[in-house]
T-cell receptor, first 113, second 111 residues
Framework: DAMVIQNPRYQVTQFGKPVTLSCSQT?????MYWYQQKSSQAPKLLFH???????NEADTPDNFQSRRPNTSFCFLDIRSPGLGDAAMYLC????????????FGPGTRLTVL | DAKTTQPTSMDCAEGRAANLPCNHS???????VYWYRQIHSQGPQYIIH???NNETNEMASLIITEDRKSSTLILPHATLRDTAVYYC????????????FGTGTRLTIIP
C-alpha cells in the first residue's frame, strides 16, 4: 500500500547531540511537511517542501533544518537538541494542486536525555 | 486562517451516532472545513472536508450550516476504534498548504 513511512518510530538522543529523523513516501506527492507535536498538544507545522522549494514557518527555531534529496525522502535535522525538543515529529504529504488533503506518517517520538 | 472552537471532550455509546460540533464564526467565503482525527500514538488521519454543501464518505458525514459559521461531524455508528482526538480545521484548501490544528475534541466511545 502507498504510504508515508517514518524511521525510526522511537529515537533517543543526548542533550546537544545532533539527530536526524527520516520520512519516505510512496505516494509520489510533491509536498512534504514536518510537524512537531508535544505531549497533550496539537501538531504544529515546522516547515514544508513544495517540490524542491523550502518553506519555513516564521517561528520555527534555527535549530531545526530539513533536507529533501528527492521526491520520496525528507529529513528533519535537529542540530543541538534541547530538553524542550522532546516531542512526536510527524511527517505528512500532499499532492498539489489536485488536493490539499494531507497524509500523515505514524510519527517518530524523540526523547532527549 | 479562521479559528475554530470545539468542546474539549465528549463521550458516546458504542453503536450510537457521534456528533462532534465545531464553531468557525470567522470563516471566509473561500475557506474549507477539514476534519482530521488522531488515534493515540498515531499520526493524524484525514476524515472529510467541505466548503458549503454537506458531504458524506465512507467514514463520516459533514453538516455545514447555511451561514457556514459552524459544522458538525457525524460518525453514524461509533465503534471503540473511533476513540480519538478529532480536529476541526479551517483552511484555504486549494492552493494553501498549511493546516493549523486547534485543541480538538477528545471523543471516547463507551462500550
Amino acid at each position: 500500500d502507498a504510504m508515508v513511512i517514518q524511521n525510526p518510530r522511537y529515537q533517543v538522543t543526548q542533550f546537544g547531540k545532533p539527530v536526524t529523523l527520516s520520512c519516505s513516501q510512496t505516494l509520489n506527492h510533491n509536498v512534504m511537511y514536518w510537524y512537531q507535536q508535544k505531549s497533550s498538544q496539537a501538531p504544529k507545522l515546522l516547515f514544508h517542501y513544495y517540490d524542491k522549494d523550502f518553506n519555513n514557518e516564521a517561528d520555527t527555531p534555527d535549530n531545526f533544518q530539513s533536507r529533501r534529496p528527492n521526491t520520496s525522502f525528507c529529513f528533519l535535522d535537529i542540530r543541538s537538541p534541547g530538553l524542550g525538543d522532546a516531542a512526536m515529529y510527524l511527517c505528512a504529504t500532499s499532492s498539489r494542486p489536485s488536493t490539499d488533503t494531507q497524509y500523515f506518517g505514524p510519527g517518530t517520538r524523540l526523547t532527549v536525555l | 486562517d479562521a479559528k475554530t472552537t470545539q468542546p474539549t471532550s465528549m463521550d458516546c455509546a458504542e453503536g450510537r451516532a457521534a456528533n462532534l460540533p465545531c464553531n468557525h464564526s470567522t470563516i471566509s467565503g473561500n475557506e474549507y472545513v477539514y476534519w482530521y482525527r488522531q488515534i493515540h500514538s498515531q499520526g493524524p488521519q484525514y476524515i472529510i472536508h467541505g466548503l458549503k454543501n454537506n458531504e458524506t464518505n465512507e467514514m463520516a458525514s459533514l453538516i455545514i450550516t447555511e451561514d457556514r459559521k459552524s459544522s458538525t461531524l457525524i460518525l453514524p455508528h461509533a465503534t471503540l476504534r473511533d476513540t480519538a482526538v478529532y480536529y476541526c480545521i479551517v483552511s484555504l484548501g486549494f492552493g494553501n498548504e498549511k493546516l493549523t490544528f486547534g485543541t480538538g475534541t477528545r471523543l471516547t466511545i463507551i462500550p
